[in-house]
């Protein structure tokens, strides 16, 4: 059974810093793709950061340099670390997975969590 439940958002000033964690069950493991996206409510959904199972990661120019993807698949749990926070990140972020290539090429991750608040403020 496929569970991904994220945690660690919350509220910071622009500057800061945050640890999101995204804890998936022994399945997803196998993932061939996992990663974390963003959506504010009216907005389209952004890919944030991407980890493959051969642990390639690919970032969106807007988070590059500022944010890190890793996995620890001996704890079930990816996180993402997320440093020099600016007002523009806040929204509600989700953790996803998916298993098959064309999915993850296509970001139609069929495997969501159920979300994390971030909130920078200025």
């Known amino acids: 059974q496929v569970q991904l439940v994220e945690s660690g958002g919350g509220s910071v000033q622009a500057g800061g810093s945050l640890r999101l964690s995204c804890l998936f069950s022994r399945y997803t493991t196998s993932a061939l793709c996992m990663g974390w996206f963003r959506q504010a409510p009216g907005k389209e959904r952004e890919g944030v950061a991407i980890?493959?199972?051969?642990?390639?990661?690919r970032y969106s120019d807007s988070v590059k340099d500022r944010f890190t993807i890793s996995k620890d698949n001996a704890k079930t749990t990816l996180y993402l670390q997320m440093n020099n926070l600016k007002p523009e990140d806040t929204d509600m972020y989700y953790c996803a997975a998916d298993w098959e290539e064309y999915y993850c090429m296509s970001s139609r991750y069929r495997s969501w969590g159920p979300g994390t608040q971030v909130t920078v403020s200025s």
């Open positions: 980890i493959y199972s051969n642990n390639s990661t």
